[in-house]
């Protein structure tokens, strides 16, 4: 993304060309940025048995999937249907990873069937899992009590989280373990989403090294995933360089200790999509009251969910006149809530009807959380290639496939 004659462009191609051409409102997303975030956590985390596993609850785009299946990363899945989509993007059983939450048998059945590395949730589910398939191997997700996140509703760890199985409820585990001859081949915790702070990172990660000595049968620990983008200007990125040093150096520590090499598992997702992915929406009216001005756009939070659900800062740039004179204004979506703003009281250069505005960092939890509510169908989503071609990877729902 880049700024040109005062307009937006994306790897050379104007954003209002982008919205004239496939319709708005219109997902975009930039190959070149996706390439450029797998390739900082891989590069960026010295440690040779590493594995990253994308966790595409993010965004599901089949061909976002294929793209970092072919950068060597592996999969980290939720649902059946994730597990499926990995199948159809071309990953194999042995490079997808799932993490178990409320399931019913059939699914942990299909898991077991298809022969997915699989992280259980709960003390009831390791007893079922035992049933099933006795003498298995089997990986934990454990609670340290420790959560974190940019919003209360993505942290998911702690004593409030309904995720894992709790520290101090490990002995049981064992025992049922111990019942059922399963082999703990792995360890998991994931602490919460879009985590801009190192030390935490460090805590949580010697917290699970610390439990992780129980076990003596490992393969892998799975530190999940966490990595935050700065949304907000007055957010400051991870610095990945650093931070992979010294995750590495612990972890290096630890399989010495530990008296063998191990892999290092990691389950980003926000931090390889949010960043390549922008919403472009249209101006369709400028309304103002003895108060406040609205800027009315053509989409509505039924697109992107996440400011009405988490109360999250996205920058909104005007496509269409990047650098002008600014208006304080709140930009309002078409859906009828109350709650339908994209940004409220905010400072952005001054729009007119028909304008382009891009909303920024919407790669993740953006398409994938969209819905079809006040009956309007979902938008088109397309891919802008390095080489400034552009593929359509979702086409617009029709008002029939919104209704069917």
């Excluded at 050379?12 to 956590?41: F, M």
């Excluded at 409030?160 to 792995?186: E, H, M, P, T, W």
């Excluded at 697109?303 to 496509?319: D, K, S, T």
Aim: aromatic share 10%; with cysteine.
């Amino acid at each position: 993304m880049r700024v040109k004659n005062n307009k937006l462009y994306f790897s050379g191609i104007k954003a209002e060309e982008l919205a004239k051409r496939y319709k708005t409102p219109l997902y975009v997303y930039e190959e070149r940025v996706l390439e450029e975030k797998s390739k900082e956590l891989l590069e960026n985390i010295p440690y040779d048995k590493l594995k990253i596993f994308y966790a595409c609850k993010a965004n599901t785009n089949l061909e976002i999937l294929k793209f970092f299946r072919r950068q060597g990363l592996g999969l980290e899945t939720v649902s059946q249907g994730e597990v499926l989509a990995g199948f159809k993007a071309g990953f194999k059983a042995e490079d997808i990873i799932y993490t178990c939450d409320n399931i019913l048998e059939d699914e942990l059945k299909f898991l077991i069937r298809n022969k997915i590395r699989i992280n259980i949730d709960s003390l009831s589910q390791l007893e079922e899992y035992g049933k099933i398939n006795y003498g298995g191997e089997v990986g934990l997700r454990i609670n340290q009590g420790i959560g974190a996140g940019h919003h209360s509703h993505c942290i998911t760890g702690g004593p409030d989280s309904k995720f894992g199985i709790y520290f101090s409820q490990l002995k049981s585990a064992k025992r049922l373990a111990k019942k059922y001859n399963l082999k703990i081949v792995g360890v998991h915790q994931h602490i919460g989403s879009g985590i801009l702070d190192e030390s935490i990172f460090l805590k949580a990660m010697k917290a699970l090294l610390k439990t992780a000595k129980e076990f003596k049968d490992l393969e892998y620990i799975d530190f999940g995933g966490g990595f935050g983008v700065p949304y907000s200007p007055k957010e400051k990125p991870l610095n990945l360089k650093t931070l992979g040093k010294k995750i590495s150096s612990v972890f290096e520590d630890f399989c010495q200790d530990y008296g063998k090499r191990l892999w290092m598992c990691f389950e980003p997702g926000r931090f390889l999509v949010a960043q390549a992915g922008t919403l472009l929406v249209q101006v369709v009216e400028i309304k103002k009251t003895p108060f406040k001005t609205f800027v009315g756009v053509n989409s509505g939070f039924n697109h992107l969910v996440r400011p009405v659900m988490y109360g999250a800062y996205h920058c909104i740039l005007n496509a269409s006149c990047i650098k002008g004179p600014k208006q304080v204004v709140s930009v309002a979506g078409n859906i009828c809530e109350s709650g339908d703003l994209f940004a409220k009281d905010r400072k952005i250069v001054k729009a007119k009807k028909g304008d382009i505005l891009a909303i920024l960092d919407a790669g993740a939890y953006g398409f994938v959380q969209s819905s079809n509510f006040n009956s309007r169908p979902k938008p088109a989503e397309i891919m802008v290639k390095k080489n400034g071609k552009v593929r359509i990877i979702r086409k617009r729902q029709t008002w029939e496939q919104s209704l069917a």
